[in-house]
């Protein structure tokens, strides 16, 4: 049987990104630091959703590094029930759509993108 795990972001600023992915609703798990021959290396941050735990995994490097996002990365996409309330939540946090939300076609889901610290495209998605 094959399960799903989690997906992993690197990222370049603990606390900032922490406090994205919390306002998003995603709940912070454990905290697991690398250590490679007596060094800290990396920190992993598990977060859980909708009574899932660890679904997503924050690495952060400790040697200064940053990243190219790429362009094979697409986004993360989560489902909301109340995509406005949601969007005034966030808003008062910081944190801005890229454009108002829309719908792809008629009957379709309502839908909008956020960026994370890092430049990560998150898909919000009406749900509700």
């Known amino acids: 049987m094959t399960t799903f795990l989690h997906t992993m972001v690197r990222i370049t600023d603990p606390e900032r990104s922490r406090d994205f992915y919390t306002a998003l609703g995603f709940v912070p798990g454990h905290e697991s630091p690398i250590v490679r021959n007596g060094e800290l290396e ?3 941050y598990f977060f859980g959703i909708g ?6 995994e924050l690495t952060f490097n400790h040697d200064g590094r ?4 790429g362009t094979g990365y697409g986004h993360i996409a989560i489902g909301v029930e109340d995509l406005d309330g949601t969007l005034e939540r ?3 946090q910081g944190i801005e759509p890229e ?3 829309y719908t792809i076609s008629e009957g379709g889901s309502r839908l909008c993108f ?3 610290p890092d430049r990560y495209r998150i898909e ?4 509700g």
Not at 51 to 56: E, H, K, N, R, T
Not at 124 to 127: A, C, K, T
């Open 42 to 44: 990396a920190t992993n």
């Open 51 to 56: 009574g899932q735990d660890d679904v997503l």
């Open 66 to 69: 940053t990243y190219d996002n």
């Open 90 to 92: 966030l808003k008062q």
């Open 99 to 101: 454009r108002p939300p």
């Open 114 to 116: 956020v960026r994370d």
């Open 124 to 127: 919000l998605i009406e749900r």
